[in-house]
């Protein structure tokens, strides 16, 4: 049972966010009234493309579903090769001081390159898929990376020696002390690096000849300045970005529970 | 007999950038097999570093040390070590943590659970199993600590002012339950303290080291039977002969 405090309280805060929500809608449709521009949709056009993106699909054919379906799947390669590749080089070089100093100023300037910069290599140097899951990597690996030498980092002296005082080996160490201490940044690092990979999308699809994707079909319309249906692919990757940000918190709650700070 | 532990002028320097800091200096003591023995001496004197050296997680600069004739090495030997800062895993339940060491020392899987059991009962923890450390208090993970470091039948066990960040009822309480542990399983003990009623109480025998670079100032046999009682005269004597020996290196520094 709830006591009634709470329940007022949980109430109050519904309200409050329904109420920014209507607010929200309130001045999106004032801006489209007075904006001197033809172009700018009210919330109710970008309601019918929505619906239209879903049910019949757009000029090419293809529905919304299948455009989300698509970029999904995209991020999803990008982000498995990132994260296979940001955890073990990020535990390496937390491991590996030395090294982690060598490759620092290799490693901190690119960081900085936006995925749209790296189209124009990408289409020199890789082909099909590959240059999807590359862009989408340049968006995950770099969170993922600094995470988890962060986690490494951070890892108790006193839970390495106690370790090493039962006979470990650096294998053990790191298998047993190291990997799981580091987890919660690590999960942490890959809960970015999704978000980020998924804010990629857009840029990865612009490099052109597949018609599908959630990039492409914000492109597709920009160019036909239909821009209801621009918003509708906008408001779409936001959904789902909210959405997989969500599973991997739950998947945190879930791994963490000896952790103090995310008990309550 | 070969004697548990044995240190022939051990010396250990530090690098500290061009200088060098010399930590322990001819040190030279033995400790018998089932002995329980104390340390004490001025904070920053090396009482730490001395541990690492007896465990093996560093070498000597210089001299000899001995673990049952062997030099010490943590894969050949078994060590139970508690520290003074928070050791247990925090991912790990107290049974998980408990295993821990049976797993690196390479005990069969199937007995993991029932040696891990015994031990836990044996720290009086039984029904704290499936709790995480954060959800016990400080004395419990000392308990699990000691568990931990006994499941390993440890040839040695090593402690580094295990109880110093224990409030001063749990820290008796500990110290009677480690002085139980010990008189059932036979153990050589090596107890770190700055705290000399401790000594007093837990000890067969106290070394006082000397200020940086450490050496034995003085050694003590406590020739009191246990359980020791702390405001008895011969007690509140012994505390008061270390603590001379003890203040005399303070004023030192």
């Excluded at chain 2, 044995?6 to 097999?33: A, C, H, M, P, R």
Aim: glycine share 8%.
């Amino acid at each position: 049972m709830i006591p009634i405090k709470k329940q007022y309280r949980r109430l109050r805060s519904l309200l409050f966010a329904l109420s920014s929500v209507i607010m929200f809608f309130i001045f999106w449709e004032l801006i489209a009234l007075y904006s001197p521009s033809p172009y700018v949709p009210d919330p109710y056009s970008v309601l019918k493309a929505f619906i239209t993106m879903l049910t019949v699909g757009d000029i090419d054919g293809y529905t919304l579903t299948w455009h989300a379906l698509v970029s999904l799947e995209r991020v999803l390669l990008g982000f498995i090769v990132g994260a296979a590749t940001g955890v073990p080089i990020g535990m390496l070089l937390g491991i590996k001081p030395t090294l982690k100093g060598a490759v620092t100023p290799i490693i901190e300037p690119l960081r900085f390159i936006p995925p749209i910069a790296w189209i124009p290599l990408s289409i020199v140097l890789l082909i099909g898929l590959w240059r999807y899951i590359f862009l989408i990597w340049i968006g995950v690996f770099f969170p993922v990376l600094l995470d988890t030498i962060a986690g490494v980092k951070r890892t108790s002296i006193t839970l390495i020696q106690m370790a090493k005082t039962f006979g470990a080996d650096n294998k053990k160490i790191i298998a047993r002390v190291i990997f799981p201490s580091s987890l919660p940044e690590i999960m942490n690092g890959l809960r970015v690096g999704l978000g980020v990979g998924w804010m990629c999308i857009v840029a990865a699809e612009m490099i052109g000849g597949e018609p599908v994707g959630l990039g492409r079909l914000i492109l597709k319309y920009a160019n036909l300045l239909q821009i209801d249906v621009v918003i509708v692919g906008m408001i779409t990757i936001g959904l789902i970005g909210l959405t997989l940000n969500y599973f991997i918190l739950l998947l945190e709650k879930r791994l963490f529970k000896w952790r103090v700070e995310i008990r309550a | 007999m070969k004697k548990a532990i044995l240190l022939e002028s051990v010396s250990k320097k530090y690098e500290v950038g061009s200088s060098s800091l010399e930590v322990i200096k001819s040190l030279t003591f033995d400790v018998n097999e089932n002995e329980f023995v104390c340390i004490v001496g001025p904070s920053g004197c090396g009482k730490t570093t001395l541990l690492r050296l007896v465990s093996g997680l560093e070498p000597p600069t210089s001299g000899r040390i001995l673990i049952f004739g062997d030099p010490p090495d943590p894969r050949k030997q078994r060590f139970g070590v508690i520290f003074q800062e928070d050791s247990l895993l925090p991912w790990r339940t107290v049974i998980g943590n408990v295993k821990f060491g049976l797993e690196l020392q390479g005990y069969k899987e199937s007995e993991h659970e029932k040696i891990a059991r015994t031990y836990i009962e044996l720290v009086g923890l039984q029904g704290f199993e499936n709790y995480y450390p954060h959800q016990i208090s400080g004395g419990m993970k000392k308990r699990v600590a000691i568990a931990r470091a006994l499941a390993i039948n440890p040839d040695l066990i090593l402690m580094d002012e295990p109880f110093a960040d224990l409030d001063a009822q749990t820290r008796s309480l500990m110290q009677r339950e480690l002085l139980n542990i010990w008189s059932k399983l036979n153990k050589t003990v090596l107890f770190i303290t700055h705290n000399v009623e401790e000594a007093v109480f837990l000890a067969q025998r106290v070394f006082v080291l000397t200020k940086r670079p450490s050496r034995v100032k003085q050694i003590i046999n406590i020739d009191l039977p246990y359980p020791r009682a702390r405001l008895s005269p011969p007690f509140i004597s012994y505390r008061e002969r270390i603590l001379t020996a003890f203040h005399e290196e303070l004023e030192g520094i």
